[in-house]
Structure formats: structure tokens, C-alpha cells
């Protein structure tokens, strides 16, 4: 499962925010991987909205341990930043 997938399936869209204000566009969520593969320090890099802000924020909190980086055989730490798109337009998906 790629990274985005892994966001998608944990994504509970504010659908009814979403279509009401006809939003279109990008949330980036910037994150710490530790050396364990645990996600940390989630925050907002660029905002669109902000029930979308947090959707996007709990989703990534969900996320399941990381691969290891390794650098030189040993563990290390990562910064990551991840685009979430948001669009009225798109179909809403039925909810589990």
C-alpha cells in the first residue's frame, strides 16, 4: 500500500463542508517519521480550510508504522510532507 492509499483509507471527509463551500485544492501535512517508524509532530504546512485541515491532520495521525529508514545501518529520523487534495466535484465514496 502506497502512502496515499494508506491516507485515503484512513480520510473521513467533511463532504457536506466541502460541497456547501465548493472547495477545491490542497492541504500539506508535514510530519516527523521517528527512528522507530512512528508518525510524529503532524502539523498543518499549508492550510485550505479547516475542517479539511483536520481531516487531513487525523488522517495522517492513523497512519501505521513506517519502514525503517536507515543510514549507515542505523535507524534515523525523517520529515515528510504529504498533499491531500480536497474537491467538491469528486464522488463521495460510501463510508465503511
Known sequence: M????AIQQRMVRPWDVIRAQHIDGWVFVR???????????ARIAESLQYDCDVAALLA??????FELL??????IASDMTVPIRFNWR???RPTK
Open 70 to 75: 536507515l543510514e549507515a545501518g542505523k535507524p
Open 90 to 92: 469528486a464522488k463521495q
Open 2 to 5: 502506497t502512502l496515499t492509499e
Open 60 to 65: 495522517v495521525r492513523q497512519l501505521p508504522q
Open 31 to 41: 510530519f516527523t517519521v521517528t527512528p522507530d517508524g512512528i508518525v510524529k509532530n
